[in-house]
């Protein structure tokens, strides 16, 4: 059963293990993760689904066929740099940081080293996830149907050209941020006018995933669904006059540039 390592057991990592072991990809007793000794949620995360915890990154290595390189972009450099020497030909290191590019990775890792960039979202958690992967320059077609078949287990992946990873890390990377900042919104106003708070998160996620999946699967034109919700006169129309008020349009697009311009800056600062 294929041993998967994590350098870096946070919210994305814990967020692929569970959706790997759903899936019935691995196993926990299979799984191995490091972290930093004062994160206590991350050693309890993973002890909780039966896998080793280590503080010293070569033993994630060292235990593993696939790596899960899934540290914050700032100490990606000294982990790599670190754990260089244990990195073999066999292993494949599947990178979540947002920003750093293939180039990038393999410098820090010896020559030849197999490397695929990812950007995933945690949505993976729940087999919801929507996924894109670079291979780098010396996967072989079996390693990026590997990946293929990681991220397909939790939720849509896609092979995509290196120059839309910082936007679509903008998109659905960072998407499930806004989404969620929209759904509280939503219910907070639902509150306002005297529905219980459970009620409605419970009526706004589904809303936003009956949307979600109207957009997905009838492939018709957002534009044209929400023409379909709008009577003349009537309640959807005023409240989308609202959002527009609000610039709900300028404030979505500007967050997509924004966020671009984030994952650009990070990548310069490696
Ligand atoms: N959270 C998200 O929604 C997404 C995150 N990502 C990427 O995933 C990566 C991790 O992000 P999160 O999981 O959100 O962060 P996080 O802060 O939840 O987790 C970071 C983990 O790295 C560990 N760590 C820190 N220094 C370390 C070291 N020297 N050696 C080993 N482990 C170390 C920490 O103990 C922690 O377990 C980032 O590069 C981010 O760009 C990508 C897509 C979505
Ligand atoms: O905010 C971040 O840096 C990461 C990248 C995509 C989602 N979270």
Redesign the pocket.
């Known amino acids: 059963m294929l041993k998967i390592g994590f ?7 814990q967020a692929l293990a569970k959706g790997f072991l759903t899936a019935g990809l691995t196993k926990g007793e299979h799984i191995t993760a ?3 000794p004062q ?1 206590v949620q ?1 050693v309890e995360a993973f002890k909780e689904l039966g896998s080793t915890v280590t503080f010293d ?1 070569r033993v994630v290595a060292e235990n593993s066929d696939v790596l899960l390189l ?4 700032s ?2 450099k ?2 790599l740099e670190f754990v260089r020497p244990k990195i073999t030909s066999n292993h494949l290191l599947l990178s ?3 920003g750093i590019t293939v180039d990038q990775l393999e410098k820090l890792l010896p020559d030849g080293s197999k490397v695929v960039r990812v ?4 949505p993976a958690l729940v087999q919801c996830g929507a996924s894109v992967y670079v291979p780098g320059n010396h996967t072989t077609d079996e390693d990026n149907k590997l990946t293929q078949k990681l991220l397909s287990a939790v939720g849509t992946a896609e092979r995509v050209p290196e120059y839309l990873m910082d936007p679509i ?1 903008a998109l659905s ?1 960072s998407g ?2 806004y989404v969620y900042v929209i759904i509280e919104a939503m219910a907070d106003g639902a509150v306002r006018m005297g529905i219980p708070r459970d009620m409605a998160y419970r009526l706004a996620s589904q809303t936003v995933l009956g949307a979600g999946t109207m957009v997905r699967d009838t492939r018709e034109h957002p534009g044209k669904l929400k023409d379909d919700v709008t009577s003349p006169a009537g309640s959807t129309a005023a409240g989308l006059c609202a959002l527009e008020n609000g610039g709900i349009r300028h404030a979505l697009i500007d967050a997509l540039e924004k966020a671009t311009e984030r994952c650009r800056e990070t990548s310069k600062a490696l």
Do not use: Q
């Not at 899934?70 to 972009?73: H, I």
């Not at 950007?119 to 945690?122: E, I």
């Open positions: 350098l870096g057991a946070g919210k994305m990592a490091s972290c930093v994160d991350c990154n899934a540290v914050k972009p100490v990606v000294p982990v979540v940081a947002m950007m995933p979202n945690t890390t990377g499930p941020g």
